[in-house]
């Protein structure tokens, strides 16, 4: 058992309240605000040409940086691409049926993930050492920054819709090419793409099935 400090007793008491303040006055969302996220939500393969502000930008992390990883690990990298050059520097790395769906977004988000992600492990959980677990286990590591970073990007793509944005998932790309491109130098890996934006409901193919319940659930 961890003894904790009285600061971090009143940290816990206060997370308890925020916590139980929202469950007792917002219990769930409703049908339109859950079809927004999922159930009528669609991936883009056009934008409209309307501006994303780059505080929409800071406030879609604020959101997405809360959602849960292992060992709150964190090991997702953003790297929001606005401008001309940096898109054309994206544009070599792109297979090219994702060219136009790419180029005319008006920001790529470029998801990747850090493997040098226990270094931030003391701030991010501060009452256990857990970096060497991970600084000491490369396969283990690598499946932690993977896995973690693509939960946060799912996250990403939820809080965008949550906003009113639209999403256009990729990994259509070179890997190679990106990481040289936006992460030489770093321990830095991309694990997918995702434009965000005004999507134009014009661009959009039919629905897709997906499996059922009996076909990909079980309970036991
Ligand atoms: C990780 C990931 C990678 C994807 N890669 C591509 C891609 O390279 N090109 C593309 O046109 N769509 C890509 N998609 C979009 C999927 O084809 C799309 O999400 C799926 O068909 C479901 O479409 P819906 O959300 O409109 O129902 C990708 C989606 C995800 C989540």
């Known amino acids: 058992m961890i003894e904790l400090s009285e600061q971090q007793k009143k940290a816990v008491a206060e997370a308890q309240v925020t916590f139980k303040n929202l469950k007792d ?12 996220l999922f ?16 505080e929409m930008v800071k406030s879609i992390y604020e959101l997405t940086k809360m959602g849960p990883t292992s060992t709150n690990c964190c090991p997702a990298r953003f790297k929001f691409i606005k401008s001309e050059k940096h898109k054309q520097l994206l544009k070599d790395a792109l297979l090219p049926n994702n060219v136009d769906k790419v180029m005319s977004a008006p920001v790529i988000a470029v998801i990747g993930y850090d493997l040098d992600f226990s270094d931030h492990m003391g701030k991010l959980f501060p009452h256990m050492d857990v970096a060497p677990m991970y600084k000491g286990n490369q396969e283990f590591n690598y499946s932690a920054a993977f896995r973690n970073s693509s939960l946060q990007g799912a996250y990403f793509m939820m809080v965008c819709r949550g906003l009113g944005l639209d999403c256009g998932p990729m990994s259509g790309f070179s890997n190679e090419l990106v990481d040289k491109t936006f992460f030489e130098n770093t321990n830095i ?18 629905r897709l099935p997906r499996l059922d319940f009996d076909e990909a659930c079980e309970i036991i």
């Open 39 to 54: 159930g009528e939500a669609r991936s883009m393969n056009g934008w409209q040409d309307k501006d994303v502000s780059d």
């Open 25 to 36: 006055n917002a219990k769930k969302l409703n049908q339109e605000q859950m079809n927004l």
């Open 189 to 206: 890996k991309s694990n997918f793409l995702c434009c965000i934006g005004y999507g134009d409901s014009a661009k959009i193919f039919q």
